[in-house]
Nanobody, 126 residues
Framework: QVQLVESGGGLVQAGGSLRLSCAASGRPFSIYTMGWFRQAPGKEREFVAAIRLSGGSTYYADSAEGRFSISRDNAKNTVYLQMNSLKPEDTAVYYC???????????????????WGQGTQVTVSS
């Protein structure tokens, strides 16, 4: 089993920045990919970014490309999501997720992820 705990959410004005953290415990060595997803009220959960823990390849949603950056610290079993130039439409609950292995074609598919954190609220005011 793997436990994921997110932190770093909060309230920020449009144009501001936040950094989310996701700490993994339990059996983190079984994780192949870490991802960030978000869910806004009344909307489906959507992919934001993902990173392969071995090699560090990163993948982004179009909405995150150029503004968000995902990174990892394998020694700390922690993944980060640096969010810059935040917009009101970025307001959502952000979830960290871990996948034991999925092909690249499925990296944006939340159904393929095995473990989930409890979520952290990000609110961007206009």
């Amino acid at each position: 089993q793997v436990q994921l705990v997110e932190s770093g959410g909060g309230l920020v004005q449009a144009g501001g920045s936040l950094r989310l953290s996701c700490a993994a415990s339990g059996r983190p060595f079984s994780i192949y990919t870490m991802g960030w997803f978000r869910q806004a009220p009344g909307k489906e959960r959507e992919f934001v970014a993902a990173i392969r823990l071995s090699g560090g390849s990163t993948y982004y949603a179009d909405s995150a490309e150029g503004r968000f950056s995902i990174s990892r610290d394998n020694a700390k079993n922690t993944v980060y999501l640096q969010m810059n130039s935040l917009k009101p439409e970025d307001t959502a609950v952000y979830y960290c997720a871990a996948d034991r292995y999925s092909p690249l074609a499925f990296i944006r598919d939340d159904h393929r992820y095995d473990y989930w954190g409890q979520g952290t609220q990000v609110t961007v005011s206009s």
